[in-house]
């Protein structure tokens, strides 16, 4: 049993590992990380509340996350202007959503709820896109080549590319104004953003998971480091008030060796599983931490 003195966690060095192994497996095949599921384990489990938890989960997207990116990329299936978008517009949003939870959300009981409203819209959509059918591609695509992304047109008007044999396009500025929303969310929660984006991306624009999943994994990463630096210098700030904000990086270290390797697993699986089964999987999670979060705070 080891102590970690920012976060005040008592744990086994191999249950942060092995933890992230597992949710990082099974919610990289949908393009994320796992930090949405992560968080309530630190919260729940660990007790770890304070507003540190945050950037904490961060961290466990820096580590975790550049295993699966290189899976993508190596097969072909990155969508760089996605990537360049989503970041651009997350990365300022993180900084107004860490101000945001430092100074309206320090509450553990007002925290989880909106932990719970973030976990109930994500399990909605993603229920919504199974049952619309939208995670499966229009045909099969067992030839490697079926499974390269080919560019079309990236301007300020769409983002365009061809996929399967066929062809896919969001409108660049309301993609834009999207991720900017998504990166206040995401710096409060701690979560990059991705996994708010991804099921959007999916259920709304139509985009085929097996494009989209290195591209929020990527931007993800991109807006995790914006948010861990955010962190950082906002807690040389607040340091007279006794309130842990910076984040715990041992913790999250530990976190994100197991995410690590459950990323990269899952990136390499991802073509040969059915994709619905996955996202009826995660549905599922979610709206149980949802539920119960909300639940717990109205009652």
Do not use: H
Not at 269 to 289: D, G
Request: hydrophobic share 55%.
């Amino acid at each position: 049993m080891i102590e970690l003195p920012v976060s005040g966690v008592e744990t086994y060095w191999w249950v942060p590992a092995t933890v992230a192994f597992g949710i990082s497996l099974l919610a990289s095949t949908g393009g994320l990380s796992g930090a949405f599921f992560l968080l309530p384990f630190q919260v729940s489990i660990l007790g770890f509340t304070g507003p540190a938890v945050s950037p904490t989960n961060l961290v466990f997207n820096i580590v975790a996350i550049p295993s699966g990116v290189y899976r993508f990329w190596r097969e072909g299936r990155m969508v760089w202007p996605l990537v360049w978008i989503i970041a651009l517009g997350t990365i300022p949003g993180l900084l107004v959503g860490a101000f945001v939870r430092i100074n309206y959300l320090p509450d553990p009981s007002a925290f989880k709820f909106f932990v719970g409203m973030v976990l109930l819209y994500i399990g909605g959509r993603l229920g919504v896109d199974i049952f619309k059918g939208k995670t499966m591609l229009n045909k099969s695509g067992n030839a490697a080549s079926d499974f390269k992304v080919i560019p079309i047109a990236f301007g300020l008007k769409r983002i365009a590319y061809k996929f399967n044999g066929t062809d896919y396009s969001v409108p660049t500025m309301v993609l834009f104004s999207l991720s900017l929303i998504v990166g206040v969310i995401g710096g409060i929660y701690g979560i990059g953003g991705g996994a708010i984006l991804a099921p959007v991306l999916v259920s709304v624009f139509g985009l085929p998971v097996y494009t989209i999943a290195g591209a929020t994994l990527l931007s993800t990463f991109l807006s995790s480091v914006g948010g861990v630096v955010v962190y950082s210098i906002m807690a040389l700030f607040y340091r007279d008030t006794g309130m842990a904000i910076a984040p715990d990086w041992i913790l999250g270290a530990m976190f994100g060796v197991g995410g690590s390797i459950g990323i990269y697993i899952g990136a390499r699986l991802q073509r040969y599983l059915p994709v619905r089964l996955i996202k009826a999987i995660l549905t599922a999670c979610l709206l149980f931490i949802a539920v119960r979060y909300i639940a717990g705070f109205v009652w």
